[in-house]
């Protein structure tokens, strides 16, 4: 048997550091369960805390990895970045009704709605990046993301030329700067 250097190489990781990134999503996992499961409960019975506790237990033991992937460094950054970007997006899709508002209620509405279907490509590598920046399209009013792939290709379907002009626009760069990707 052969073993090369590249083969060695290519298992940097340890398993104890493996097993730390691990453990902490599985804690954040746990602890974001059980917290949510007291809100919506209400209830603090020592009993009902104990099933509640073991409940968010075994969620967090099967699941821990879809919610909160093994943590690298760098993930704090990209958790605050999105935070700012929350508010920005929540005042587009405040704007966005508006808009779809005065769409409705004017009284030249079918000359006014004039629906797209708009492609374009994003530099965008990460599927995390390409997903956020397709929900975000999606969840203000009068666009809705038809496709998006991994090669960075979306279809947008936008109800009137304004809200399809505006594609991809600022949200792309705003994507792209919560996740550190060059546009």
Request: net charge negative; proline share 4%.
């Given at each position: 048997?052969?073993?090369?250097?590249?083969?060695?190489?290519?298992?940097?990781?340890?398993?104890?550091?493996i097993f730390l990134k691990s453990f902490f999503s599985f804690?954040?996992?746990?602890?974001?369960?059980?917290?949510?499961?007291?809100?919506?409960?209400?209830k603090f019975d020592p009993l009902l805390l104990w099933l509640g506790g073991i409940s968010s237990f075994f969620v967090a033991y099967y699941f821990y990895d879809l919610l909160f992937p093994i943590i690298e460094k760098g993930y704090g950054g990209v958790f605050l970045r999105f935070t700012g970007y929350l508010p920005w997006l929540i005042w587009e899709i405040v704007?966005?009704?508006?808009?779809?508002?005065?769409?409705?209620?004017h009284p030249r509405m079918k000359d006014l709605i004039?629906?797209?279907?708009?492609?374009?490509?994003?530099?965008l590598k990460s599927d995390i990046a390409i997903t956020t920046l397709a929900n975000s399209i999606t969840?203000?009013?009068?666009?809705?993301?038809?496709?998006?792939?991994?090669?960075?290709?979306?279809?947008?379907?936008?109800?009137d030329r304004e809200s399809a002009e505006a594609l991809p626009g600022i949200m792309l760069k705003k994507v792209a700067k919560v996740f550190g990707e060059e546009i």
């Open positions: 048997m052969i073993v090369s250097v590249d083969d060695v190489a290519k298992n940097d990781d340890k398993p104890i550091s804690l954040i996992t746990f602890v974001l369960m059980f917290s949510a499961w007291i809100v919506l409960s209400g704007k966005a009704n508006f808009h779809l508002l005065y769409l409705a209620f004039d629906p797209h279907i708009i492609t374009f490509k994003t530099h969840l203000t009013p009068g666009t809705i993301t038809v496709t998006a792939d991994s090669d960075g290709v979306f279809r947008v379907h936008a109800i």
